[in-house]
């Protein structure tokens, strides 16, 4: 009997002794904390552009007459004269000289300063640095005359922004937008003030130096 | 004498527990596993983590423009290539252990846990509370730095991955990372 006892309780012993270590294992006996700490001021600012553009202009896309006109293109412009003129003797020839046919301008866009506005040109991600905006900035390039044989198209001024609303040309404009962050881009437009006046052919206008200049600072 | 035995077992036992779950002792403050930071400041953020240039032409576009109004408008796509926004920071020496290698013990921390007042897994913006950092870490590989008969030491420390594909605000993140080690 007693000889019995001492076996089990060497066999609780051990038993024990295996169940105590086993626990002590799985338990955390230390524990520690560290503060970590990390600057996001050194401002990132990635700017992504479109290094060329062609853009296709529509001249009926200038005119859309909304009153007194008929059609798309070309438009037929009916006007009522005047009372009859009297008509003059020229020798054989009887002439009659009427007023001028009125020229509808509702709706039509001046040609010596045409908007164009150029959507998604440019894109910004930005975040961080000295605040938490950014300043995008357009100037007028030094290819502002756009060529084709003897004919031009002069950019005269500039705009610039996310959002079109009113636009008002310059030869550099800016626009404060807040930092978008990295994630998402923020788009945004170029807009030009076209001279028309002396675009007198049909065909492709160009200059090899920059119509426009994009900068980014504030970040 | 056997009952004696099994007493002085359960308490030991108990005691260990105890002191486990309520003052958990920091790991300075034990012979085998000692910390070697209190504080990490991390390089901070640079363009070359995310992109490789600030500047990136996309190239060239054809658009047509319409009458939208008083202005004509040349609309058209503008697919901005993407950039990384995981940002990884490791903190290679953060913690050192003295092991017996007859012994199985876990390669690192028992739990690793990184909270801020912007809540866990996130450090806190310390000039805009609401704005909050999402971080994920883990265990850096561990490294043998010396060993003899009777054991060996190691070196550990955490890998902090920073998702930034939210973040607006820039500024001073910080937060704490709590560490559970097993004690050898």
Not at chain 1, 70 to 85: I, K, Q, R
Not at chain 2, 68 to 93: C, I, N, Q, S, W
Request: glycine share 8%; hydrophobic share 40%.
């Amino acid at each position: 009997m007693r000889m019995s006892m001492r076996a089990l309780s060497r066999a609780c012993g051990l038993a024990l002794a295996a169940t105590v270590a086993g626990l002590t294992v799985s338990t955390p006996a230390s524990a520690g904390d560290v503060k970590v700490d990390i600057d996001l001021t050194n401002g990132v600012t990635i700017l992504y552009y479109h290094s060329t553009l062609t853009v296709s202009l529509n001249a009926a896309s200038l005119i859309a007459p909304t009153t007194g006109c008929t059609g798309s293109n070309p438009y037929e412009c009916a006007d009522t004269p005047s009372a009859a003129p009297n008509s003059t003797n020229y020798g054989a020839n009887v002439v009659a000289t009427y007023a001028a046919p009125a020229t509808p301008t509702n709706g039509s866009i001046n040609p010596a300063a045409v908007p164009l506005v150029l959507q998604n040109v440019w894109a910004l991600r930005a975040l961080g640095g000295s605040s938490s905006q950014t300043t995008v900035r357009v100037d007028v390039g030094t290819g502002a005359t756009l060529n084709n044989g003897s004919s031009s198209i002069a950019i005269t001024g500039v705009d610039i922004g996310t959002t079109v609303g009113t636009l008002t040309f310059a030869a550099n404009r800016s626009a404060i937008v807040a930092d978008p962050g990295l994630g998402t881009p923020l788009n945004g437009f170029v807009a030009l003030q076209l001279n028309l006046s002396n675009a007198l052919a049909l065909g492709t206008y160009s200059n090899a130096n920059p119509q426009y200049t994009i900068t980014v600072t504030g970040t | 004498m056997r009952r004696s035995s099994l007493t002085l077992g359960l308490g030991g036992l108990a005691l260990l527990l105890a002191g486990a779950s309520l003052r958990p002792a920091a790991a300075s403050e034990s012979p085998r596993t000692e910390l070697l930071q209190r504080q990490v400041s991390l390089a901070p953020l640079r363009l070359d983590d995310v992109a490789a240039r600030p500047v990136e032409a996309l190239g060239h576009s054809e658009r047509t423009a319409r009458r939208v109004g008083a202005y004509l408008v040349a609309d058209g796509a503008l697919a901005t290539p993407p950039v990384r926004l995981t940002v990884t920071r490791e903190v290679p020496a953060l913690w050192r252990q003295r092991r017996d290698p007859a012994r199985v013990a876990p390669d690192g921390p028992l739990r690793l846990q990184l909270s801020s007042a912007a809540g866990f897994d996130a450090l806190q913006n310390n000039e805009d509370p609401a704005a909050r950092l999402p971080v994920r870490v883990r265990p850096a590989p561990l490294r043998v730095i010396a060993r003899d008969e009777r054991g060996e030491t190691v070196e550990g420390g955490v890998v902090l991955e920073f998702d930034l594909a939210t973040v607006k605000a820039g500024g001073h993140y910080s937060g704490d990372l709590h560490l559970d080690f097993e004690e050898p």
